[in-house]
């Protein structure tokens, strides 16, 4: 596969960029290969500048559940834009979005806009700590919830109640107010919140961890997490930006029958174009600006046409079935997989919900964090190389999660097992005497 055109644009863009890109997963630098640069994509097709072909499992890492380009998304947000592109005022496609946001996340009384997860995030943890008069809250180990300050903190290894931010540029009195817990283990979180009495204003979790590649919730985690927080006057915020109109059109407080007092969405909503939104209890809302004293606005809030992508976006969900389409394509293929590498079941382990699935290169299950680091990702490079060489566009990282669309074609499906499991044939065979 040539990927001349590819190879200078990515050095004119090193040039011009920190690394190239405007977000560094793009850079493929874990697996040490350039990157593509990507001309279009056209349902579950994406097309990079040399003209080749890959089968997508990016899908712009969560948003594109109908697959790239959807004719009536397209036709929504060309509309839109002809009507005028921000207006500083309230429109009616906001409220239409609101009402479908609500219709189908019931703990979603009231809710706001924003331009990006990470945005929501930053703006739930401002509302929670307004709330509850209270500043610490208790995160896990892997779970991603955007770049804010307070978000890029995890334990230092064995300390659970220390932190240790993940980035520069983290202030101590930050990370401070960071607890880390361990994802799956309650009793993680029992001894935070021991160890931080009436000082804990929220726990945050993707209820399913998608971050760290797919991690599932044991089996009534998310339940006893629910209720100790409550017993504790503390908040459960639910990062439902990839969940959400993924695992069901009710995300996966649908899916598992769950209430969190706030919910953060994102990806999905906004079809492809940037948006976040969190919404909860609407005595909790009620504490945002311009009825409560938590500050909190966007001048592109609500954006008009970001807002018609989403409308379009969930009613195509609404009227497709598409969380099924897609979650029957991902059961096509990880039946697929899990047929052609069943003897390699002590090298890796497939995790999957719905329409999202990692494959991890470790044997024996994937729980937490913990175990996904012992993936070996040397494999996983190899892995990706194969694939990508072979037509397919994974994400250039064994923690980060393959997402199918409602668009996966069954040939295109069939195609994926084939060079997904020549490529980890070859790969173990090649290397057994190691
Ligand atoms: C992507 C993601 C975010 C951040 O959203 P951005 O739009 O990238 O800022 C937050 N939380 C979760 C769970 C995500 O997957």
Not at 82 to 95: K, L, N
Not at 101 to 106: G, V
Not at 142 to 165: I, N, Q
Not at 210 to 225: C, D, I, Q, S, T
């Amino acid at each position: 596969m040539k990927r001349d055109k590819s190879l200078d644009a990515v050095k004119h863009a090193e040039s011009l960029m920190p690394g190239g890109v405007n977000s560094p997963v793009r850079a493929f630098k874990s697996v040490g290969l350039s990157p593509i640069v990507v001309k279009r994509a056209k349902d579950d097709k994406i097309y990079d500048i040399d003209g080749n072909e890959y089968i997508d499992y990016v899908m712009s890492y969560g948003p594109m559940l109908l697959g790239h380009a959807d004719e009536r998304v397209v036709k929504s947000v060309w509309s839109a834009a002809s009507e005028g592109f921000s207006f500083g005022a309230t429109t009616e496609a906001e409220i239409e979005l609101a009402g479908l946001i609500n219709k189908h996340f019931p703990s979603i009384e009231s809710v706001r806009l924003v331009s990006s997860g990470t945005e929501a995030v930053m703006s739930a943890l401002r509302l929670a700590r307004g709330f509850t008069g209270r500043s610490k809250i208790i995160k896990f180990e892997g779970c991603y919830h955007g770049h804010s300050d307070s978000m890029l903190v995890k334990a230092g290894s064995g300390a659970l109640t220390t932190s240790v931010p993940s980035s520069a540029g983290i202030t101590e009195s930050l990370s401070k107010d960071t607890l880390v817990a361990v994802y799956n283990d309650i009793s993680s979180v029992k001894e935070l919140f021991s160890a931080n009495k009436k000082e804990t204003a929220a726990v945050i979790i993707e209820p399913v961890a998608a971050n760290m590649g797919v991690v599932l919730p044991k089996e009534g985690f998310l339940n006893e997490l629910i209720n100790l927080a409550h017993d504790n006057g503390s908040l459960v915020i639910f990062d439902e930006v990839i969940t959400g109109f993924r695992l069901s059109n009710g995300g996966a407080q649908g899916l598992f029958g769950l209430k969190p007092d706030i919910t953060c969405l994102g990806k999905i909503i906004g079809g492809g174009l940037p948006i976040g939104a969190f919404g909860g209890r609407k005595d909790i809302m009620e504490f945002l600006s311009p009825l409560g004293p938590v500050y909190q606005a966007g001048t592109l809030s609500g954006n008009p046409v970001c807002v018609s992508a989403g409308i379009a976006t969930l009613k195509a969900i609404e009227s497709d079935d598409a969380v099924s389409k897609a979650d029957s394509s991902a059961n096509y293929l990880i039946d697929g997989l899990k047929n052609e590498l069943k003897n390699f079941s002590d090298k890796i382990t497939v995790n999957s919900i719905s329409s999202i699935l990692t494959i991890f290169f470790k044997g024996g299950g994937v729980l937490n964090f913990n175990d996904v680091m012992k993936s070996d990702t040397n494999r996983f490079k190899d892995f990706f190389a194969s694939a990508l060489n072979g037509g397919l566009f994974i994400a250039p990282s064994q923690y980060e999660a393959m997402f199918v669309s409602s668009k996966h074609t069954k040939s295109d499906l069939d195609k994926t097992v084939a060079i997904i499991s020549e490529a980890i044939k070859k790969y173990f065979s090649n290397y057994k005497n190691l």
